[in-house]
């Protein structure tokens, strides 16, 4: 899509015509970004974004673009930024959806709700009671999911916009891969944006943990009961999450990564760390550190 197309339907003033095919921001998933810069404080880190295709920021940020890069300006950037995204979750430009596709071998309970566009579930997958699973959701082969599970339904994006405060829609979906077992009563919201949700092959997860809007799990992660995963978080191989762990948005957890019991994890974690506390830090600190309080 190029800015001048969405121009027709946003308040933006086209500087330098250019294409975007998805939205999104610096340090994210995606390729091909409409991104907005509303901030001089953030300026180099969204012009050095090698996702960045297109610009969308004030009049007065105009100063020291790069040449040919394609820029609008808007008195309000982050809010047109937003307004656009919900104009086009309305539109194919996210999603065409599909006739839903069940593989025959499939066992979907009969009180479970799938929706008849835009999902669809492979080989030998077997969907529990009451569980939903929604538009935008790909299931791969040989996963279980268990009672009261709901996949693909929107994540907590919170923005004020004006004078409205508003659950921003999401235009995304889920893709799990094979043998995945995800365990009653998580759940597992959908992209905001293009880049779906991702769920690694042979990764579990435990009752009522949350695996937040554009998050990545990769692949034999154990994923205990009560976890959290906040948005735009990546997950490496073979992480284990403990129970209760919390995880803020927008981290890189490593391959091999462990995660102790109620960690609340709001930096990165190199691989093969072990991380444990409220705020967590190396385990190895941690238990030194409770040692020398007894």
């Known amino acids: 899509m190029k800015l001048s197309e969405i121009a027709k339907v946003a308040p933006i003033e086209v500087v330098a015509d250019g294409e975007f095919h ?68 309305d539109t194919p430009f996210y999603r065409d959806d599909q006739a839903t596709t069940i593989d025959p071998s499939a066992e979907i309970h009969r009180t479970a709700h799938v929706d008849e566009t835009g999902v669809q579930i492979s080989a030998k997958t077997v969907i529990g009671p009451h569980s939903v699973v929604l538009a935008g959701t790909s299931i791969g082969a040989d996963c279980r999911i268990g009672p009261n599970v709901t996949i693909g339904y929107e994540g907590f994006e919170i ?41 690694g092959a042979d990764t579990k997860i435990g009752h009522m943990a949350f695996v937040s809007h554009g998050v990545v799990v990769g692949r034999r992660c154990k994923i205990a009961a009560g976890a959290t995963i906040s948005g735009s978080t990546v997950v490496g191989d073979d992480v284990w999450v403990g129970p209760n762990v919390q995880i803020s948005n927008g981290l890189k957890i490593g391959d091999g990564a462990f995660l102790a019991i109620g960690a609340v994890v709001i930096s990165d974690v190199e691989s093969g760390t072990r991380v444990a506390g409220n705020f967590a830090v190396d385990m190895r600190k941690f238990k030194a550190f409770m040692a020398s309080i007894q």
């Open 22 to 89: 998805n939205l999104g921001f610096a340090k994210r998933r995606g390729t091909d970004l409409l991104m907005p810069l509303y901030s001089r404080r953030f300026k180099d880190v969204v012009l050095e974004s090698p996702a960045l295709a297109c610009l969308l920021t004030t009049p007065e940020l105009l100063d020291d673009m790069p040449d040919g890069l394609p820029v609008a300006t808007s008195p309000d950037p982050l809010r047109h930024f937003f307004e656009i995204h919900m104009h086009l979750v």
């Open 159 to 199: 923005r004020d916009l004006g004078d409205r405060r508003l659950c921003i829609p999401h235009g995304g979906g889920v893709l799990i891969h094979d043998r995945v077992d995800i365990q009653a009563n998580c759940s597992v919201a959908k992209s905001l944006f293009k880049d779906p949700t991702i769920i």
